[in-house]
């Protein structure tokens, strides 16, 4: 079955609360200026010194994840978005 495909303001949403409630302490700790790739759907996440590589990596464990990206420690988000022909990443401060 195919997974309803969610909008940029509902991805950000998604993550950060995810970020906020589940991975932020957790992650501060010891990843603190990584970025984390968090599929919005499962809450299976993925952590890197590039914000790309930690999607990458997402994407090669999960089938068509929606992904939200955050940089560790930072209040400035990123989230990628599944967009026509590849994927991108917005800027979202």
């Excluded at 906020?20 to 968090?38: M, N, P, W």
């Excluded at 999607?55 to 026509?84: E, M, N, W, Y």
Aim: proline share 1%; charged share 35%; hydrophobic share 35%.
């Amino acid at each position: 079955m195919k997974t309803r495909r969610l909008s940029r303001e509902e991805i950000g949403s998604r993550g950060s609360e995810i970020y906020e409630t589940q991975l932020k302490k957790l992650l501060e700790q010891g990843s603190r200026d990584q970025f984390v790739a968090i599929d919005v759907e499962t809450g299976d996440y993925e952590v890197a010194d590039e914000a790309h590589a930690a999607g990458t990596r997402l994407r090669q464990r999960r089938s068509d994840p929606q992904v939200f990206i955050a940089k560790v420690g930072h209040s400035a988000a990123f989230h990628a978005l599944r967009l026509a022909g590849g994927d991108g990443i917005e800027r979202n401060d």
